[in-house]
């Protein structure tokens, strides 16, 4: 069983857990505020993804993710003793669990890959499902946790923002693009890199979502990120102009 209990809230909620990890965590649930308001919250959001005709996030994704990039710093910073700061640690800790996980199941409807049923309980399926998660959530936490990383904003063409996180010592990034509203005529959008001239696919949502958050492995490499509107997603070649160009540094 993992050596800390609290990373267990999605393996939990996935019902992904074995009979001794299922009994500690409902101990432990009853002591922990922190881990029963996530368990609430993360359930909510695996209700939504087990609903078929679900294809838009839950608004409170895209704030989360952003206020949480938002409030990253250029460097590790230095933790400050006493209550109130372990206080701030663990809700911070807890949000970039909620993200981790939310984001992952995001950006899986968003490419029109089925990751899994919640109807279905077969224990192999959930299992990837949890391990799928707790990797997302381990990638997520540690890029924008890098005291390399350097965070770009830009508007996006219609209403909305293009944020990116980029470290070199993760040979990594993480994308995120929230639209104030869908693509128009039906189309989705899509995210690009833009290396040596060239624009690569890195991603598309479905019809009608409106925000986005992708892992690129390599983003340093490139020399910027570009969103446009897709006629469907998965497109190979960008359907110009791009309504959003955002610089990696």
């Not at 946790?145 to 996180?165: C, F, H, I, K, N």
């Not at 892992?215 to 020399?223: C, K, Q, R, T, Y």
Request: proline share 6%.
């Amino acid at each position: 069983m993992t050596t800390d209990i609290h990373t267990l809230v999605g393996a939990y909620v996935l019902d992904a857990v074995d009979d001794i990890e299922r009994a500690a965590f409902d101990r432990h649930l009853r002591e922990c505020d922190s881990c029963r308001e996530e368990v609430d919250e993360l359930g909510a959001t695996v209700a939504r993804l087990a609903d078929g005709a679900w294809s838009v996030p839950p608004p409170r994704l895209r704030d989360n993710v952003l206020a949480e990039i938002a409030n990253v710093r250029q460097v590790s910073p230095v933790s400050p003793a006493g209550p109130v700061a372990a206080k701030r640690t663990v809700r911070s800790a807890r949000w970039m669990r909620l993200t981790a996980v939310a984001a992952a199941a995001v950006a899986a409807v968003g490419t029109g890959t089925t990751v899994y049923t919640i109807q279905d309980h077969r224990i192999d399926r959930e299992r990837s499902a949890a391990e799928a998660a707790r990797a997302g959530e381990a990638r997520v936490r540690a890029i924008l946790a890098a005291p390399d990383l350097v965070v770009t904003r830009e508007p996006l063409e219609g209403g909305g923002q293009v944020s990116v996180a980029s470290s070199k010592l993760h040979d990594a990034g993480v994308i995120v693009l929230d639209a104030d509203a869908p693509a128009s005529r039906g189309r989705v959008y899509q995210l690009w890199t833009i290396r040596s001239g060239t624009a690569v696919p890195e991603g598309s949502m479905s019809v009608g979502q409106t925000a986005i958050v992708q892992i690129v492995d390599g983003l340093p490499e490139a020399s910027a990120v570009g969103v446009t509107a897709e006629p469907a997603p998965g497109a190979t070649k960008p359907t110009m102009p791009l309504l959003a160009t955002v610089k990696v540094i």
